[in-house]
């Protein structure tokens, strides 16, 4: 209900969730879940190369089957956020002269500060209230 009340109940939203050994892309329109993809590149290979990790983030981003346009809110939680260079890697790449956004994309962190919830509440639980599913957050 909070995720609802702060992005309204129809938004539209790409995630990505940043786990050690993966990262999972979701796709949201009308706040349901159309698409999920899982990059085989986590937060292990973004502290080693994080050249590499975005070039695997846009060539998953290109593979995506059924999706036309990707929405231009883009949540980002996880591992590896820290990074200075990480935000600014994202925010200089021009995704939307490959991936069809519908405009230049706008990364935000998405924690627990993000809708006022104790901070003892991590990336997965906030992915899973932002998609409806965890009672946890209702």
Same mark, same amino acid.
């Given at each position: 209900k909070k995720l609802k009340s702060k992005l309204g109940a129809n938004y539209d939203a790409t995630l990505l969730s940043i786990h050690a050994d993966f990262t999972d892309i979701s796709v949201?329109?009308?706040?349901?879940?159309v698409k999920n993809k899982t990059l085989p590149l986590g937060s292990t290979s973004l502290e080693?190369?994080?050249?590499?990790?975005?070039?695997?983030?846009?060539?998953?981003?290109?593979?995506?089957?059924?999706?036309k346009t990707f929405a231009n809110t883009v949540y980002v939680c996880g591992s590896g956020l820290e990074r200075t260079d990480f935000w600014e890697m994202l925010e200089w790449r021009e995704w939307e002269e490959k991936i069809p =956004?519908?405009?230049? /994309?706008?990364?935000? *962190?998405? #924690?627990?500060? =993000?809708?006022?919830? /104790?901070?003892?509440? *991590?990336? #997965?639980?906030?992915?899973?209230g932002l998609l409806n599913i965890c009672n946890e957050l209702a």
């Open positions: 949201i329109f009308g706040g349901n879940l080693k190369d994080l050249d590499f990790w975005m070039d695997g983030l846009e060539m998953a981003f290109l593979e995506f089957s059924g999706v =956004f519908k405009t230049k /994309p706008v990364f935000t *962190k998405l #924690d627990a500060g =993000f809708v006022d919830l /104790p901070q003892d509440y *991590k990336g #997965d639980l906030l992915i899973c």
